[in-house]
Nanobody
Framework: QVQLVESGGGLVQPGGSLRLSCAAS????????MGWYRQAPGKQRELVAK???????MYASSVKGRFTISRDNAKNTVYLQMNSLKPEDTAVYYC?????????WGQGTQVTVSS
């Protein structure tokens, strides 16, 4: 499996931007999909964005056009660029590695959007 460490969370005002990073302990080149999920208080964890090995990306409808996921296989890192942030984006954001036969999760990073 792989260990994942997220970073880049914090407090930002509505309309602001943040970039989350997910650093993997080994190569992610062959991992089928890398994704970002989030969980707000009292809510279920939900998919935010996913990128698979051929570069195909998928986004939740609530973030489409505002968030961009990318993966740098050379750096074993996945990014989530978040623009035009809204208070409803407040959540703990988790990185996920889906290798089909197994998956791994990071510990999460808090994103708070508030004035």
């Amino acid at each position: 499996q792989v260990q994942l460490v997220e970073s880049g969370g914090g407090l930002v005002q509505p309309g602001g931007s943040l970039r989350l990073s997910c650093a993997a302990s080994r190569s992610i080149f062959s991992i089928y999909a890398m994704g970002w999920y989030r969980q707000a208080p009292g809510k279920q964890r939900e998919l935010v964005a996913k990128i698979i090995t051929d570069g195909t990306t998928m986004y939740a409808s609530s973030v489409k056009g505002r968030f961009t996921i990318s993966r740098d296989n050379a750096k074993n890192t996945v990014y989530l660029q978040m623009n035009s942030l809204k208070p409803e984006d407040t959540a703990v954001y988790y990185c996920n590695a889906d290798a089909l036969r197994w998956d791994s999760w990071g510990q999460g990073t808090q994103v708070t959007v508030s004035s």
